[in-house]
């Protein structure tokens, strides 16, 4: 199994990033997928959860109506688009395949003027 994430970056506060997770070696597309993040002295914290198909999504508190996690069975990858970021923000953001116990290396969000 192989998770990795891209797009992150430094970014302005109000600006947006599009995160990617490529995944191999499992069967994407039988895998709800989610986007977790940690920041520095902090727990990693859920961000947002997408259902194997795609029709079903969830988002922390604090992400509603900033962010949006998408999915590409086709390509096997997830997406998380963010908009408004804030400098809370800033974390490592990593995905996750469902009960699967793997994780990718991370892409660091830095929100800052």
């Known amino acids: 199994v192989q998770l990795v994430e891209s797009g992150g970056g430094l970014v302005q506060p109000g600006g947006s990033l599009r995160l990617s997770c490529a995944a191999s070696?499992?069967?994407?597309?039988?895998?709800?997928m989610t986007w977790y993040r940690q920041a520095p002295g902090k727990e990693r914290e859920l961000v947002a959860a997408?259902?194997?198909?795609?029709?079903?999504?969830n988002y922390a508190d604090s992400v509603k109506g900033r962010f949006t996690i998408s999915r590409d069975n086709a390509k096997n990858t997830v997406y998380l688009q963010m908009y408004s970021l804030k400098p809370e923000d800033t974390a490592v953001y990593y995905c996750?395949?469902?009960?699967?116990?793997?994780w990718g290396q991370g892409t660091q969000v830095t929100v800052s003027s």
């Open positions: 996750k395949a469902g009960p699967l116990p793997y």
């Open positions: 997408i259902a194997s198909g795609g029709g079903s999504t």
């Open positions: 070696g499992f069967t994407f597309r039988r895998y709800g």
